[in-house]
């Protein structure tokens, strides 16, 4: 049996792998042998029809391809870049890539090229959790584990519907409710998780901040916070109780659509809870407030000390099965490696390390920049901006318009395809080997399980023969991804709080390795925790008489971003469709609809069309299409945070037309 680690989610399950068949592992610590209905099937993403199996090449986007050679298409790549300002090239990269991929993109484009226009599709799911961990605990850093919720009183969900989103993980969290764990589940929408609670907060879709700031003022107020570890430990502490006290609490509780006693049953249950986790994802962060929302959920942490203690902390989780290693490696435009900033020590330490001396000192492009930044050159890879970047008109106006675009994928038929001019084929999960981190720090192997396809080659390979056409032959003259890991491993002795450096490669197929298991404090200078005032600034798009319905988006169970892979196995079309809008009763009256009535969903940028879903397990004025409908972001806004830039995916304001 061949071991390796599954390819869709942050969970990360481990996998066991035979001929044609496919198991879940049962020493492996994360699943236990469990796998979920995507995981189960992905072999069937391997022989499909739908596979890219050659270079392909066209002139222009109205052409059609033709097929090419490695040879031809890689020395096209290099010799565009060459004569293309490194201001004007971009690498859009993906969570999906491999550990070992990240780092020879991320080492090209800011090493050697220079350009920093580096950056991931997890700018539009995990950059607002980045940038809040950085401002209160010092780090890009997770301070727990999945397992500490069987060590825990508490669990609150906020924005995350582990049901359907981190299925294996939910299965967790049901055993440990049968040992007593109490949840707490914070979503507009009564979800698979929220019929697991013990208290479900249906609260106002824009409204967390309100939430978490309401626990906080309590907390400060009532004098239930942990005065000993807060002195000791935590900065801002009078600043954000004198803020508090002409907060108006009266608007905020009336703000999240919560009654006084709603509020207060789930406080009883939060200050007679010893140990407290609080776990979320797209629900918050994709926000135009989203760094906010991820502070305001932080500051409870550190006012009650429930951090850097096992079944305590927040939680971050992660949707992609390595959104974690590319933010260890650099793969957000925002950071240069290793978690190291663009200051002038940390340049001066990479520099030194990758041996050039062409680091640019500035931030670059971010994924959600690139489209409207007038590129001359776009590298997608293993991923499908135009499918998921909101706003789809916008960015295909956007895309049309780069004079060349390469897109390397696994598969034929993504959204990007259609404005790329070079087409270069990849070798998907189960055709490569290298390494992911998943959503708790835990760092394990895929394993190569069939013989690679045709003409494809693994992501990394692809960057090293554009390095090398480039004449960065010393540079990248990696022999397998197990070089390029020990390299990487090297680097991470640059940064004091990465331990990476500590596994053995070979060893982490049969024991994963889970690094940072000695941070116990804070990573700020100072090594305390910084608090931060944040209010609701209401700044998400609003509805009114002609768009009077905000649009929820999200996953569903067995499907996977555009269902590329997933909409192949016939199980996975059964539990859900891939395409409705949930709506409620009262809605769906006024409107003269029921259900399966065909409809058509505008906002002010496009429409879509979809069919009714009748349900009371929405609010109403609120409407919920899932993610597997490629339309989806016709619809959504290009609002985006300040500071994390990611887009605020689930407040758009929309209207409903019966067909």
Same mark, same amino acid.
């Given at each position: ?25 049962v020493?492996?610590?994360?699943n ?9 099937s ?22 059609e ?9 890689i ?7 060459k ?26 484009g ?29 780090a ?19 924005g ?14 049901k ?27 249906s ?17 400060i107020?009532?004098?239930l ?13 009078? =600043? ?18 919560l ?36 502070l ?5 942490? =550190?006012l009650?000390?429930?951090i850097?203690k096992?079944?305590?902390g ?11 290693g ?6 957000l435009s ?5 978690h ?31 489209m ?17 970047l ?5 960015v295909?106006d ?25 087409r ?8 490569k ?19 690679r ?10 960057f ?19 070089e ?8 991470t ?24 298991? $000695? ?17 609701n600034?209401? =700044?998400?798009?609003k ?19 555009t ?14 469709? =891939? ?15 029921e259900?399966?009535?065909?409809i ?16 009371? $397990? ?9 993610i ?5 972001n ?10 994390s ?15």
């Amino acid at each position: 049996m061949i071991k390796s680690v599954c390819g869709y989610c942050g969970v990360g399950c481990g996998i066991e792998y035979d001929e044609q068949k496919l198991i879940g592992d049962v020493t492996y610590p994360t699943n236990e042998g469990k796998l979920c209905s995507k995981g189960i099937s992905e072999l069937i993403s391997l022989d499909t029809p739908s596979r890219l199996l050659r270079p392909k090449l066209r002139e222009s986007i109205d052409e059609e391809y033709r097929i090419s050679t490695w040879y031809e298409t890689i020395k096209i790549i290099a010799d565009k870049i060459k004569s293309t300002d490194k201001n004007k090239i971009g690498f859009y990269l993906s969570g999906q890539l491999l550990t070992e991929d990240y780092y020879i993109a991320n080492k090209l484009g800011k090493g050697f090229i220079g350009t920093n226009n580096v950056d991931t599709n997890s700018r539009t799911c995990m950059s607002s959790a980045v940038v809040a961990y950085k401002k209160a605990i010092g780090a890009d850093f997770v301070p727990l584990r999945m397992n500490d919720i069987f060590k825990s009183d508490l669990l609150i969900l906020a924005g995350a519907n582990t049901a359907e989103a981190h299925v294996v993980f939910h299965n967790q969290i049901k055993k440990a409710k049968k040992q007593g764990l109490k949840i707490v589940v914070i979503d507009p929408r009564y979800t698979e998780t929220a019929k697991l609670a013990d208290i479900h907060l249906s609260i106002k879709a824009g409204s967390d901040i309100d939430f978490f700031n309401l626990v906080s003022k309590k907390l400060i107020d009532e004098e239930l916070y942990n005065k000993e570890y807060v002195e000791e430990n935590v900065n801002n502490f009078e =600043l954000l109780k004198n803020k508090f006290k002409r907060a108006p609490v009266t608007k905020m509780l009336k703000r999240t659509g919560l009654s006084q006693e709603q509020f207060d049953q789930f406080f009883d249950l939060y200050i007679s809870s010893e140990n407290i986790i609080t776990a979320w994802t797209m629900g918050l962060n994709q926000s135009v407030q989203g760094v906010d929302k991820n502070l305001a959920l932080l500051n409870t942490h =550190l006012l009650t000390g429930k951090i850097f203690k096992e079944g305590n902390g927040p939680l971050s989780l992660t949707g992609q099965p390595n959104a974690m290693g590319g933010r260890e490696v650099g793969g957000l435009s925002t950071m240069l490696a290793v978690h190291l900033g663009f200051d002038k020590e940390s340049i001066e330490k990479v520099s030194k390390f990758w041996k050039t001396d062409k680091i640019d000192n500035k931030p670059g492009l971010t994924a959600t920049q690139m489209m409207e930044a007038k590129l001359d050159v776009l590298i997608i890879a293993h991923t499908d901006p135009v499918y998921h970047l909101p706003n789809r008109n916008k960015v295909e106006d956007f895309i049309s318009k780069i004079p060349f675009v390469v897109e390397i994928n696994a598969y034929e038929n993504s959204e990007s395809s259609k404005y790329a001019h070079v087409r270069l084929p990849a070798a998907p999960w189960g055709e490569k080997e290298g390494t992911q981190t998943n959503l708790d720090r835990t760092i394990t192997k895929q394993e190569r399980l069939t013989r690679r396809s045709i003409d494809c080659k693994p992501d990394w390979e692809i960057f090293q023969l554009i390095a090398q056409e480039l004449g960065f032959n010393d540079a990248f003259n990696f022999k397998n991804p197990k070089e390029i890991f020990q390299e990487y491993q090297e680097m991470t002795k640059l940064n004091d709080h990465m331990d990476i450096h500590k596994l053995d490669y070979d060893d982490i197929s049969f024991k994963p390795f889970i690094w940072g298991e $000695d941070i116990k404090t804070y990573l700020t200078p100072d090594k305390k925790g910084n608090l931060f005032y944040v209010e609701n600034k209401l =700044l998400s798009e609003k509805t009114n008489l002609e768009y009077p319905y905000i649009l929820l988006t999200g996953r569903t169970r067995d499907q996977w971003h555009t269902g590329t892979k997933t909409n192949l196995p016939t199980t996975l079309l059964k539990f859900k469709e =891939l395409n409705f809008c949930e709506m409620n009763p009262n809605d769906a009256k006024q409107l003269g609809l029921e259900d399966g009535d065909e409809i058509q969903v505008s906002s002010r940028r496009g429409s879509i069309k979809t069919k009714v879903l009748i349900t009371e $397990d929405i609010l109403e004025k609120n409407i919920f299409i899932p993610i597997s409908n490629r339309d989806i972001n016709y619809l959504t806004n290009d609002l985006l945070d300040k500071d994390s830039l990611e887009p605020d995916y689930n407040h758009s304001a929309v209207k409903i037309e019966k067909l």
